[in-house]
Nanobody, 123 residues
Framework: QVQLVESGGGLVQAGGSLRLSCAAS????????MGWFRQAPGKEREFVSA????????YYTDSVKGRFTISRDNAKSTIYLQMNNLKPEDTAVYYC????????????????WGKGTLVTVSS
């Protein structure tokens, strides 16, 4: 069983930056694809970014390409989401999730989830 704990959320002005972290415990995540998802108020949860087990493959939803960067440190069992040039529409609860496979395939494949961290971007 893997437990995920997100941190790094907060309130930031538009154009600012935040770095989210997701720390895993219980089992090593070095063999698992990991991802970030978000859910804005009144909306469904959506995919943001994912990274393969080795870190060699990364994926982003179009709205964050060029602004967000996903990375991982398998030695620390932690993944990160560097968010730059934040926009009010990035306001959401951000969730970390993991897939038992080494390469990301779909949100439905994610097997374990964190409880989320709130990011609020003011205009």
């Amino acid at each position: 069983q893997v437990q995920l704990v997100e941190s790094g959320g907060g309130l930031v002005q538009a154009g600012g930056s935040l770095r989210l972290s997701c720390a895993a415990s219980g089992r090593t995540i070095s063999s698992y694809a990991m991802g970030w998802f978000r859910q804005a108020p009144g909306k469904e949860r959506e995919f943001v970014s994912a990274i393969s087990a080795s870190g060699g493959l990364t994926y982003y939803t179009d709205s964050v390409k060029g602004r967000f960067t996903i990375s991982r440190d398998n030695a620390k069992s932690t993944i990160y989401l560097q968010m730059n040039n934040l926009k009010p529409e990035d306001t959401a609860v951000y969730y970390c999730a993991g897939d038992l496979a080494p390469v990301y395939t779909s949100p439905e494949a994610m097997e374990f989830w964190g409880k989320g961290t709130l990011v609020t971007v003011s205009s």
